[in-house]
């Protein structure tokens, strides 16, 4: 019988070999009779045509099997650095990781950005060192590299024969093994002073059930990382793998009979068109025809929607059920309006994955070669960004074009193909370039009162912005009596109070340069209503939500100017590992890149270079270093930041009309109220 859940993810570096570890563990489980090869496309996560065709993972999948007494549920994610956004919504549903590492590439650039993400958000991980029964191959090595590079307290907990080779074998270390119970004890004590006093008085007090309870106690609160090798084609090692999962990772908590509470990680497009959400369900149960309550985060009116279709996982497929409990994952039918994101019931947050990886940092503009099928691409991609949000589909009216974030060429290369074969839409990029920000760089307030030839609005709104520390985004404060906001609209002052942040976000999308304003706080420091019957001075037709809505940008827009903004470009953090005999063509490269860097530390014959650079500019190093370097330099980048640019600032087209030019603002408005059209965040 299955008394645990554990929702499960394996994250890797591309080529690692999460996927075929998937196959292994489903094929050990006894859910599949043959291993699916990558290569061939005939994996049980790769289901995508594109997957099967790059051999590469895009999206995440669920895969479900059984450990003795644990219900595992499995999540394959992407390995390329182009669809870490798909890791990210992953992460906040998970109980546990296996990272895989290959132990002949070691340690990679991707390998460090995913592990100190689950150190930020304390995810209980293990580490499975794959392909030892590959040439050249070193587990010592790797978990040298572990250590170092990866800054994590890592057990081994066995040992390798015959590596390199097809007969490559995985023995764990045994509960007596003098060597082995020291090291743990050391690696353990940092975090259990009673285990170190019981140790040092009298070795034969701590047993070896204490050890591993002491081990697997620290494991689920992610201040330890058992490593584990083996390999995921021959299969060694892996048994050694799934026990450690269910005795070292913790089971998922829950309590089935408390208030609903979910999350939305992934949404999908079933073959007739409909959504499917694919949910983890913290606590509570949903049943099929349950209505269920959707919060958005910033928007201050959750949505109802009717559950129609509940699926929960069972090997490689989703098998239709009746309801789902704590605990677990499954796919849900019937909620049209649901976003990745999302909480369903509760929305008392669990695991915040926000910021974890670096945002997008490239854009391009997206033209059907058939110019017929316009209407038609906006369409498709809009269903694209429902499953990546990040893609950030842009319309610009005036030029009519559509433009979209992106990480790499390889999401570009996937984007393409994807709309050429669900949507039957041949399209081209044009060139790509690069995503900045805006930051204020002083304070600014702007007020606009209620009545004022100036205020065209019934509302008075007045607004202080700030700069805020970097990395910090926007935040908002509002700083008024409760007395006097427009409580017969939004019904109560904290209703007030998000919808005005959401006002304010959505002003920020485009900053006085036309890039997304962020790093900053704007308080709300002057609001006024009116009422039919009120005193003079705030005597008038009703003031409603779209007052307030359309006011928000003009005083905003007027305090952001007042303040100021500078445009930033994101920043790569690169290591170089080069000989040090080509330091000498290196450095003048980087100065023509526009890098800032320290001098080069020696070890040896290679050389270690520590430099920052704008993102744009990683692509040319890329290309020129196998060329400096005689093909033996290494590069590692990770996001840095955003640093103001140099020279003169970049703009960009804004989508919408600019409320510092209030003629074209209110005509915009006017054209709105024509067709009926409303506006994010509106209050009724």
């Not at 790059?54 to 992407?78: E, H, Y």
């Not at 081994?156 to 093994?177: H, K, L, N, Q, W």
């Not at 270093?625 to 600032?649: C, D, K, M, Q, R």
Request: charged content about 25%.
């Amino acid at each position: 019988m299955l008394c645990r859940t554990l929702n499960l993810g394996i994250l890797a570096h591309v080529d690692a070999g999460k996927t075929t570890l998937t196959e292994r563990l489903l094929y050990a489980a006894g859910v599949i009779d043959t291993i699916g090869s990558v290569d061939k496309g005939t994996t049980q996560t790769d289901s995508l045509a594109l997957e099967q065709q790059r051999g590469i993972t895009i999206k995440s999948a669920v895969v479900a099997f059984a450990i003795n007494d644990v219900a595992v549920n499995l999540v394959d994610t992407p390995g390329h650095p182009d669809f870490i956004a798909e890791v990210e919504r992953v992460l906040g549903v998970l109980d546990g990781v296996v990272l895989v590492i290959s132990a002949v590439e070691g340690v990679q650039s991707q390998t460090r950005l995913l592990m100190r993400a689950l150190k930020r958000m304390h995810i209980p991980t293990v580490i499975f060192v794959n392909k030892v029964d590959r040439r050249a191959a070193s587990c010592e090595r790797v978990l040298d590299e572990i250590r170092d590079k990866l800054r994590v307290r890592a057990i081994p907990m066995g040992t390798v024969c015959g590596e390199g080779s097809r007969a490559a074998a995985y023995e764990p270390y045994v509960a007596t093994d003098a060597d082995f119970v020291s090291r743990l004890v050391d690696a353990l004590v940092d975090h259990d002073n009673a285990l170190l006093e019981d140790y040092v008085a009298d070795e034969t007090r701590v047993s070896p059930d204490r050890l591993r309870n002491a081990l697997a106690a620290q494991t689920k609160r992610a201040l330890a990382n058992p490593v584990f090798c083996g390999s995921a084609i021959t299969g060694a090692g892996v048994a050694a793998l799934m026990a450690g999962i269910t005795e070292l990772l913790p089971a998922a908590p829950g309590d089935g009979d408390a208030a609903v509470s979910a999350s939305a990680f992934k949404v999908d497009r079933a073959r007739a068109g409909e959504k499917v959400a694919y949910v983890r369900l913290f606590s509570g149960s949903i049943a099929v025809r349950d209505r269920v309550l959707l919060r958005r985060a910033g928007v201050a009116e959750a949505e109802e929607g009717k559950v129609t279709a509940i699926a929960v996982f069972d090997g490689a497929a989703a098998v239709r059920s009746q309801a789902v409990t704590a605990g677990n994952i499954a796919k849900l039918w019937g909620l049209p309006q649901i976003q990745i994101g999302d909480t369903i019931g509760d929305a008392t947050p669990r695991r915040p994955t926000h910021h974890a990886f670096a945002p997008p940092t490239l854009a391009s503009v997206i033209v059907p070669r058939d110019p017929a099928d316009k209407a038609a691409l906006y369409t498709a991609l809009s269903e694209l960004a429902e499953q990546d949000p990040l893609i950030d589909v842009r319309r610009d009216a005036d030029r009519n074009e559509i433009s979209v974030s992106l990480y790499g060429e390889v999401q570009k290369e996937v984007i393409d193909a994807t709309i050429a074969e669900e949507f039957g839409i041949a399209v081209e990029f044009r060139e790509t370039t690069t995503i900045h920000v805006e930051r204020p760089v002083g304070t600014g307030e702007a007020v606009e009162v209620l009545h004022a030839e100036s205020n065209p609005f019934n509302a008075t709104i007045g607004f202080r912005v700030d700069r805020a520390p970097d990395g910090a985004g926007v935040e908002f404060r509002l700083d008024v009596d409760a007395r006097s906001a427009p409580l017969h609209v939004y019904k109560t002052f904290e209703s007030f109070r998000v919808h005005m942040g959401e006002y304010v976000r959505y002003t920020l999308q485009e900053g006085l340069f036309g890039w997304q304003v962020t790093d900053c706080v704007v308080t709300m420091n002057r609001c006024a209503y009116s009422v039919a019957d009120g005193p003079p001075s705030k005597r008038g037709p009703d003031s409603t939500a779209a007052d307030f809505r359309k006011l928000t940008p003009l005083v905003l827009m007027q305090a952001l100017e007042r303040a100021g903004t500078a445009v930033c470009e994101p920043i790569a953090r690169v290591t170089l590992e080069v000989p040090a005999a080509s330091v000498g063509a290196l450095m003048p490269a980087l100065v023509r890149l526009g890098a800032s860097f320290d001098s080069p530390s020696l070890e040896g014959e290679i050389a270690t270079i520590e430099t920052a650079l704008p993102f744009a500019r990683v692509y040319d190093l890329e290309r020129q270093l196998p060329g400096l370097t005689g093909g033996e330099g290494v590069l590692e980048s990770s996001f840095g930041g955003y640093e103001p640019v140099s020279g003169e600032p970049p703009t960009r087209r804004r989508t919408t009309p600019n409320p510092l030019n209030l003629g074209e603002y209110k005509l915009h408005l006017a054209g709105r109220r024509g067709s009926g059209a409303r506006a994010a965040g509106d209050a009724g």
